[in-house]
């Protein structure tokens, strides 16, 4: 399922226009942050740092709940009027819109059961949009966070092996949707149309270049 041929004729894709607040700095945004983090590590039984280098200054969703924040995403959106992407139908629009130094990190959802763990960045390499299940009323969390844990560490030990190998790297895998899509040059590149956030082998998905 890709990109376009998956997601995309599912859904509508647009940057819908989440209320975005000024940044704030100071005791709750730093307390906020720790909070994040140990949430993150109570879901998936390993510091957050540990793989994700978190950029400097980044903005919480919501400021005005002080500490009570999750999510947090760059300076970037801020200063550019970009939105903040956190629902289905919103990962095209991140793949085509979202700028170079755009972050996002933190758990979100909405509803009883539509929670998840997020992760996205864009850099001169990369597009990744994760979306991941966690934090639901019916979900069994003790196992997503398992599967989360697996995923997030297959996932990075991945981009390590391909850096040097891989010219751009797409990599889109949200509540048991996915794409993938992984450059080696100008006439050879990798598609995965499935979401690989089950399985974890991405040895076995692009074997040709690792």
Known sequence: MGAKEGLG?????????????SP???????AAMEKLKEAFE???????????????NLVPLYPERGEDNYFFYSQIAEENQFPTYRAQGEIESFLELAPQGYFQVGFWGHGVNSYAFYYARVDNWSKIF???????VY???EIEGEQGRKFLTNYFQFEERIMGKAKVITAVDSMGEGYYRVSVSE????????????????NRHFKEII
């Open 130 to 136: 994760f979306r991941l299940p966690y934090g639901g």
């Open 42 to 56: 109570k879901a998936y039984k390993f510091p957050l740092t540990e793989i994700i280098n978190l950029p400097d």
């Open 139 to 141: 979900m069994d969390n």
């Open 24 to 30: 704030t700095t100071g005791e709750g945004v730093i």
């Open 9 to 21: 004729n599912r859904h509508r894709f647009y940057a819908k226009a989440w209320t975005v607040t």
């Open 187 to 202: 006439n050879k590149e990798i598609e995965v149309k499935e979401s690989i956030y089950h399985d974890g082998d991405f």
